[in-house]
């Protein structure tokens, strides 16, 4: 299994989904009320958020305010109370890229080995995450 390049805690954009233009969203949905049909929903595709948690085995994260989902709870046995609420679902690591600190518009992630001297004399080589647009690290 190849190592992930989204880390928790990034700052990702996603590029892949449904749209969130609300102006295509309103003119889809005048043709389909024309039509008949029920309205779309916008989509996250343009959103940012930060990483909340990676799962590896799955490539999927968690990205604060993309994919929400409602979850209807059942009352628990021990006086929990149910409910309705929001939570954000897991997404494939290949609609999200990573947006560029420089000028925050989503990138490709490559990687740059760098030596570092260690206080006992050794030499330790350390990979560095580096934006593909501009080469700066991340």
């Known amino acids: 299994m190849a ?43 343009g959103k940012q958020g930060r990483v909340l948690e990676v799962f590896p085995d799955t490539q999927r994260v968690i990205v604060e305010g993309v994919n929400r989902i409602t979850r209807h709870n059942k009352p628990g046995m021990n006086g929990q ?20 600190p420089e000028d925050n518009k989503p990138t490709r992630v490559g990687f740059r080995e760098e030596t570092v001297e260690l206080e006992n004399g050794r030499t330790k080589t350390m990979r560095v995450r580096i934006s593909k647009r501009t080469g700066k690290d991340i």
């Open 81 to 100: 109370a149910g409910g309705i609420e929001q939570v954000e679902a897991p997404i494939h690591v290949s609609n999200v890229a990573i947006v560029d």
């Open 3 to 45: 190592s992930m390049k989204i880390k928790k805690g990034d700052l990702v954009q996603v590029i892949s989904g449904r749209t969130s233009d609300a102006d295509r969203i309103a003119a889809r949905n005048k043709t389909r009320a024309d039509k008949g049909k029920s309205e779309l929903t916008p989509g996250d595709k």
